[in-house]
């Protein structure tokens, strides 16, 4: 050994599993390795026409090991033995059912192709209508309203919707289920061997921000107000938790099978889990009233505020604020948009359709050369766009788009909702609509601030992590130029497993305080984006008209149910 200290950070993504193996001392990378999940790349057990989305803890399993084992490979030979902690952040919420010892009911023979029996995706939206009952009932019932500390509307992206959703569907699910455990917590109690679901340690962070936990409720909704949800959920609470932790503290040790399969020490300590975009702002540097907006397939945005100045505030529309939830001791507040890359992936779909389905199938060169063709289009598309759509000026396309093609996250969660473009004309090419999609999700950026600033909480600088952060200058500018405000974008590239590295450092007791661990294992900066004062400017005009837009599509959308 060379006598340092080593943390080790792991981050599930929707696609893939990351993990970073850090000196604790000073943050720099040892090595990291990435594994994507296998059943998942294949598109199994998932129904994008009914925005079905589900994973099979088998990925999860198999990805981490692949990807840990690859790190550790990488890293110099003594690097294993001074491994003194790991953590883990997911996405979420993205829960699954249980058996008695706490294990998804998916790795049981009878239940591994079934998809209601494995993890239910942060974007699934099959609960939209368990979440519009659940918002119904907070309402009316006449007791507490338990979506307060959540912004006040519930997401069918949320814990108890997909649970109601999924006990509704599947009589063969809920009958062998015992209990429900969001991804990160299920996975630490994986890694440390524990065998009872009544014994997983359970996140704040997602207890508070999508299963309604605060303290002031006695933990979790009441059980009065779950069974005259449905009474399905009867005895469900009971078999679920009361007790949070933040993850600088342990969940235990890494256990002897865990231990074996890795090739590190017995005494690896194991922290309690967190969702990727609240390590990952963490890891980012965030700082009070400091928007840490995490840009991959969706974003996610994350602020944090001390306690006592922030009082009785609550924050309309966002989703929930939870003490301790990213920092200790400070209030941790959510928002975030469901699609965001996904719309420029969805775009780059439809353009590629005829690529795909007539070059790729053509008789007239042969397969190698077909193949190469499609996979150089598809490489350099959103790169050929970005250049082409950066030359247009503001407002000279004509073309508007509304960013709800997944649904709206915030302000005020509606996954009803569809996306949106106009001022379409004959000269309206690819590069003008895509353009006009950029700049879309943009000003849904711009609506989530003007949100938080309009129920009290200051904006006093904004962080951009995740991979459209790092890939595209084009869409960072535009961000900047909508939003108004300089984007900082720190230098380390796997910034939600640094975060977890971060909090690991704690677990490890190699730092008293998450603030010391993130002083000592900081980034620094790789750019900053400056708004233009006069693309601001007209910008400013063009958000009115999307707001304009908005309005009206939202209410097309639902003036259908308002009358059902």
Same mark, same amino acid.
């Given at each position: ?99 008695? $010892? /706490? ?5 049981? #023979?009878? %239940? !591994?192709?079934? +998809?209601?029996?494995? =993890?239910?995706?942060?974007? &699934? ?81 997602? $207890? /508070? ?5 605060? #303290?002031? %409720? !006695?933990?979790? +909704?009441?059980?009065? =107000?779950?069974?005259?949800? &449905? ?92 003490? !301790? ?240």
């Amino acid at each position: 050994m060379n006598g340092k200290a080593y943390v080790c950070g792991v981050d599930f993504g929707t696609d893939s599993v990351r993990c970073v193996i850090i000196d604790a001392a000073d943050g720099s990378e040892v090595s990291g390795a990435v594994a994507p999940y296998p059943r998942w790349s294949k598109g199994l057990f998932c129904d994008a026409s009914v925005n079905q989305f589900r994973q099979h803890p088998l990925d999860y399993i198999e990805a981490f090991e692949a990807s840990m084992r690859d790190a550790i490979a990488r890293a110099p030979a003594w690097t294993a033995a001074g491994i003194r902690a790991i953590s883990v952040d997911t996405t979420g919420s993205t829960p699954v059912a249980v058996d008695r $010892a /706490g294990a998804p009911l998916a790795l049981r #023979e009878d %239940f !591994g192709s079934n +998809p209601n029996a494995m =993890f239910v995706l942060w974007k &699934d939206h099959t609960a939209v209508r368990e979440a519009g009952e659940i918002n119904r009932l907070a309402r009316t019932w006449g007791g507490t309203d338990f979506t307060r500390f959540e912004g006040g509307i519930y997401s069918s992206e949320w814990f108890w919707a997909k649970i109601l959703h999924v006990l509704r569907a599947d009589a063969g699910v809920r009958s062998a289920a015992f209990s429900w455990v969001e991804h990160c917590d299920w996975f630490t109690a994986c890694l440390t061997g524990v065998t009872d679901a009544l014994a997983v340690r359970r996140s704040r962070c997602a $207890a /508070g921000h999508k299963a309604m936990w605060h #303290e002031s %409720f !006695g933990g979790l +909704p009441s059980e009065e =107000f779950l069974v005259r949800l &449905d009474p399905i959920l009867e005895g469900l609470r009971s078999r679920l938790y009361t007790v949070t932790y933040t993850s600088d503290q342990s969940a235990g040790v890494l256990s002897p099978e865990w231990s074996s399969r890795l090739g590190l020490p017995g005494t690896v300590r194991v922290g309690i889990g967190a969702f990727d975009a609240h390590m990952g702002a963490v890891g980012g540097g965030i700082t009070p009233y400091t928007m840490t907006k995490i840009m991959g397939t969706s974003t996610c945005d994350v602020m944090v505020a001390p306690m006592d100045e922030m009082g009785g505030k609550l924050v309309r529309g966002i989703c929930g604020q939870v003490d !301790g939830s990213v920092i200790p001791g400070m209030l941790g507040m959510e928002a975030g948009q469901s699609a965001f890359g996904d719309i420029y992936a969805w775009f780059k779909s439809v353009l590629m359709w005829p690529v795909e389905n007539m070059i790729g199938r053509t008789a007239l060169v042969d397969e190698p050369a077909r193949t190469h063709l499609v996979e150089e289009a598809s490489d350099r598309l959103i790169e050929e766009l970005s250049a082409q759509a950066e030359g247009l000026p503001v407002d000279e396309t004509g073309v508007l788009a509304i960013d709800w093609m997944n649904g709206r996250r915030t302000p005020d969660a509606n996954q009803l909702l569809k996306g949106a473009v106009t001022g379409l004309s004959l000269g309206s090419d690819a590069p003008r609509i895509f353009r006009a999609l950029v700049e879309a999700t943009a000003f849904g950026a711009k609506a989530i601030a003007d949100r938080f600033r309009r129920e009290g909480v200051p904006i006093r600088g904004v962080i951009a992590l995740g991979g459209v952060a790092k890939k595209s200058p084009f869409i960072m500018q535009i961000v900047a130029d909508v939003m108004n405000v300089p984007i900082r974008v720190p230098r380390a590239e796997q910034t939600c497993a640094l975060g977890a590295a971060m909090f690991a450092g704690v677990v490890a007791g190699l730092y008293p305080t998450l603030g010391d661990s993130m002083k000592a294992m900081e980034s620094g900066w790789e750019r900053e984006y400056t708004p233009r004062a006069e693309h601001a400017r007209m910008y400013a005009h063009l958000y009115e008209r999307y707001c304009s837009l908005a309005a009206f599509v939202e209410d097309e959308t639902m003036a259908p149910r308002r009358t059902q």
